[in-house]
Every structure is written in structure tokens, then in C-alpha cells.
């Protein structure tokens, strides 16, 4: 956590110089500033975190996979099991999200107190599980905030949107082009057997997360003992004293990343058994874990604000997929599952043209303002490139669901959905952004009332999508659904004129939350 000024009542957390321009070169100050312990997360090497990073991802993939490509198989199912409606698909599909929900309250908890591995572990196997046996409800949502704390465990501030847009990037890949492929399954082997290669490939995963995947929670050596003062810390033989400060190359040109910290190489590295323990057990109390989540999504405007724009942004995704997979089989269109899975494609090429948008580009935007700024970051400045979207996303949703609405040529919807792809790319990489750097230190628990909101409000509109549709029609639903995607994504102005000083305004609460979190960890 950022120090506090002297006057605490104003200091608004999130608030911290990256940039020392006193200095002969502009230097990019790191935060959250690494310890001196090697096993620090934040002291793993490029590859070491490159490689936890990766595995996390590619299970990210897959998870969006086998949540999404359910919906190509509509029209094969309702031939081979006449009973199945597309309202109890729908129905269905809520339901996933309806676990994903409740899974997240009970099952982020453990991260806190046993470590990030052992739910990696278990959400893998038992989404292997799921894919065996079918089933309705699994771990994916509790993943999903893991993701986020693991993010913030081995990453600095101002690569939190680049990582983001990586997850973002993933959960597209799964989410758009799962169906692709599944549709082609589908055509070729039978429904039944795009479960059957979602099971090969989470078996794969699962081998690789028991083998490679490193615990990335971090618990300092206890004071006196293992953390010397700096005229103690002795300099890694295999290396100059120079190198004892680094140049990081992943900042923009012109910018030395110096981490002015030197490891205290008395601590020895842990070795790959330690690496890779089962559980990494602290004292710390559950209850804080179990209560923390809804308030902070009410106490907090950059959790509300994330949880909203997150959530809607999905649901208006799910009900894109849901109507295209069902009405897209009937005139005009008359796709089979290969088509509907080829639909998908558009909104992939939007999410990969969006990732830079919301990901690498606000990353070296906040370092080019930081510097107008005096040094100075606030969090605020990543939302400027929301406001794109107040106009892209409204206007994506209107020429998917008026074209749908007037069987227009299906190329129409593929840009519209296309579109749509960049906007959710670009958003969720900003929303989640702007609150892992608001309110790092309470990350878990505040992602876990995001991922809970934004499964909700999916699961509501799952449920009634199909009342929804033959009461207001299909054209009157995505105006409605226009009109509240442009509320929504003008919230960036009140926060860009207000933020900083709810953030002050929070900033006791936030303190207390944070406290509560490490009130009972044995460190």
C-alpha cells in the first residue's frame, strides 16, 4: 500500500508517483515496491512469471470454451432430444452462471488462507470433471478472480492493463472461437464430442498447473531474520554490483524502469519442492473473505463501477450468442452449426484489435500523463479510453439486433458483433484495470462482488430472454439494451471529475478492509 501523507484525510489510495522527474532521467518507480527477498513474486524473472502467467491463461481458454460453445449445439440437441426448448436451453445456460456466482463467495476465501495453487489444482480437475459428466455448474467463476490476485501478486502497476488484456484476450479466444471449432466438431463427430476434446485438453492443463505452476502468494521472511539491513545485503557473486539495479525493457522508450531495490541474496531461493507445495497455510481469519465482497462493491464507486460495466458488457455478450444460435438456424439465414460457430470469428478480430486499446496502449498512456502529471499516477487517467465505448458499444448492439431483427445480410451482423468484440475487449481491460489499481490491496475480495454482479445480471438475462423477446420484439429489446449500455459507459465522466475524491472519501474504510485481511496472517 501506498504511504500515506501526513494529512491522512488526503490520501486517496491508488494514488503514487511512477515517474522521478527531479532526476537527470526521467526513472519509473515500481509499485508495489518488491521486497529484497528473492521469493518474492515480484522478484521472479521474466520467464518465471511468464510461465505461471501462461499456464493461468491457457486455462482461462479453455474455461471460456466449455462455457460457451454449449450454444452451437442448439439446433442438433432439439433434433436428437425434442424436449429441449430454447428457453430451457436458456434456462441452462443461466444456471452456469448462477454457479459461477455462488462458487466465487465460497471458494476465493481458500485462496486467501491456503494459497493460489491448490484452487488452480482443484478448479482444473474438477472443470475435467464437469466436461466428463456434463455438468450444469463448475469452478470457472472462482478462476476467474484468481486470476486477478495472481496478476497483482507478480505484477507492477503499470503492467496491470497489459496483463488484463492477455486475460481479456484469452476469455475472448475461448469465448469466440471455441464455437468456431465446436462447430465443425459438431458437424463431424457429434455433439457429444466437443465435451469429449474440452476433456483432453483440461486433462493436459491440469498435468501442467500440478507440475509448473508456482505458488504466487507471498509471505515475507519474518524481520531479524532473514531481511538484512542494506550495508548488509551481500551481492550475488555471478554478477556486477550494477546489476543490482535493473533496466525493466518493457517500458516506452526514453524511460529506465528502476526498481532500486537490491536482493538480499542471504535468503535463499526455495527449491522446486517448496515451489511447488500443495498448500501455502497462513493464520489469517476467513471471515473477513466471506463479508468483504458486498461491501465493498457498495462502499467503493470503482467496484460498482467495474462490476456494472463488467457485467452488462457480458450480458449483452450472452445475449448476442444466445439469439444468433437460435435464430440464425431459421430464414433468412438458415445456418447450420458450422455457421452459427462461424459467426464467432468477427468479435475475436474486435477483441484482438481491442486488447491493445485497453491493455499495452493504456499502459503507456498512464506513463505519457504520469509524466504531465509531476510524477504523479492516478488511477482516473486509464479511464479516458473508456469513452470510446460510449459510442462503439451502443452502436455495436444496434446493428447486431436491428439487422437480426430485419434479416439484414449476415455480413452487417458480423461487423456489428465484430465491434462489439473491441468494446468488450477494450472495457473489461480499463474497468479492471482502473480497480486492481484503485484498491490493490483488498483485489480478491473486491473482484469477487464483480464476478458475482456480472454473473447475476447474465443469469437474469438468460432467464428471461426468450419472454423478453416475443413480449418486446427484437428490435425494441436491443434499443432498450442501447440505451443502457450508454449510461453505463458514460460512468467514466463522473469519475474522471469526482474519482479522486471518492477515493479519498473511501479511504478509511479501504484502510480498515486491509488491515482486516492481514489482521491474522502469520507472516
Known amino acids: 500500500m501506498v504511504d500515506r501523507q501526513d494529512d491522512e484525510a488526503f490520501w486517496a489510495p491508488g494514488t503514487v508517483a511512477l515517474e522521478d522527474v527531479h532526476r537527470t532521467r526521467d526513472q519509473l518507480v515500481l509499485f508495489p515496491t518488491p521486497s529484497s527477498d528473492p521469493n518474492d513474486p515480484l522478484n521472479w524473472s521474466k520467464p518465471r512469471k511468464y510461465l505461471n502467467f501462461a499456464l493461468v491463461s491457457f486455462f482461462v481458454l479453455w474455461t471460456f470454451v466449455q462455457l460457451d460453445i454449449g450454444f452451437t449445439a442448439w439446433g442438433p440437441m432439439q433434433t436428437e432430444i425434442p424436449t429441449l426448448t430454447v428457453g430451457i436451453m436458456n434456462a441452462g445456460a443461466a444456471l452456469n452462471y448462477g454457479g459461477l456466482a455462488i462458487g466465487c463467495f465460497f471458494m ?51 503492467q496491470h492493463a497489459t496483463m488484463n488484456g492477455l486475460f481479456v484476450i484469452f476469455q475472448s479466444t475461448g469465448a469466440f472461437l471455441g464455437p468456431v471449432a465446436s462447430g465443425y466438431i459438431v458437424k463431424s463427430q457429434g455433439w457429444r464430442w ?10 493436459v492443463t491440469l498435468i501442467a ?52 531495490v537490491v536482493i538480499n541474496y542471504n535468503i535463499k531461493p526455495k527449491t522446486y519442492r517448496q515451489r511447488m507445495a500443495l498448500i501455502t497455510k497462513t493464520d489469517e481469519s476467513l471471515r473477513p473473505h466471506f463479508l468483504q465482497p458486498l461491501v465493498s462493491l457498495f462502499t467503493f464507486p470503482a467496484v460498482a463501477y467495474a462490476a456494472v460495466t463488467y457485467g452488462t458488457t457480458l450480458a449483452w455478450f450472452a445475449i448476442m450468442t444466445s439469439l444468433q444460435a437460435s435464430y440464425m438456424l431459421d430464414p433468412p439465414y438458415n445456418f447450420d452449426e458450422i455457421g452459427v460457430g462461424l459467426m464467432n470469428v468477427a468479435p475475436f478480430v474486435g477483441a484482438v484489435l481491442g486488447f491493445p486499446f485497453g491493455g499495452t496502449f493504456s499502459d503507456k498512456h498512464i506513463l505519457w500523463l504520469s509524466k504531465r502529471n509531476g510524477g504523479i ?85 438468460l432467464f428471461v430472454l426468450t419472454p423478453w423477446v416475443n413480449g418486446m420484439g ?32 473511501t479511504a478509511k474504510s479501504y484502510r480498515k478492509m486491509a488491515e482486516k485481511q492481514i489482521a ?4
Open 108 to 158: 476465493v476465501p481458500l485462496v486467501h488462507k491456503y494459497g493460489r495453487r491448490p484452487l488452480y489444482i482443484f478448479s482444473c480437475a474438477l472443470q475435467f470433471a464437469s466436461c466428463i459428466w456434463q455438468a450444469e455448474v463448475d469452478s470457472r467463476g472462482d478462476l476467474e478472480i484468481v486470476v486477478q490476485i495472481t496478476i497483482a501478486d507478480m505484477f507492477f502497476v503499470h
Open 194 to 203: 466437443m465435451w469429449w476434446w474440452c476433456v483432453i485438453f483440461f486433462g
Open 209 to 260: 498447473v500440478i507440475f509448473f505452476f508456482e505458488e504466487s502468494k507471498y509471505i515475507p521472511v519474518l524481520e531479524g531474520q532473514g531481511i538484512a539491513s542494506s550495508s548488509q545485503l551481500l551481492p550475488d557473486p555471478k554478477k556486477d554490483v550494477k546489476d543490482t539495479i535493473q533496466a525493466d525493457d518493457d517500458g516506452p522508450p526514453g524511460n529506465a524502469l528502476v526498481s532500486g
Open 377 to 461: 499516477y492516478e488511477p482516473e487517467m486509464r479511464l479516458w479510453l473508456a469513452l470510446p465505448m460510449v459510442v462503439l458499444g451502443p452502436g455495436s448492439i444496434l446493428m447486431f439486433g436491428l439487422g437480426l431483427a430485419y434479416g439484414v445480410h449476415w455480413s452487417l451482423l458480423a461487423v456489428g458483433f465484430g465491434v462489439f468484440g473491441f468494446t468488450l475487449a477494450a472495457i473489461s481491460g480499463v474497468a479492471l484495470s482502473y480497480l486492481m489499481d484503485c484498491y490493490q490491496d483488498i483485489i480478491g475480495n473486491a473482484l469477487v462482488g464483480v464476478i458475482f454482479m456480472r454473473n447475476i445480471i447474465s443469469l437474469i438475462v
Open 474 to 505: 427484437m428490435q425494441n429489446l436491443h434499443i432498450l439494451c442501447a440505451v443502457v449500455a450508454f449510461v453505463i459507459y458514460m460512468l467514466p465522466v463522473p469519475l474522471l471529475i469526482w474519482g479522486k475524491d471518492a477515493r479519498v472519501a
Open 520 to 523: 491474522h496472517r502469520a507472516v
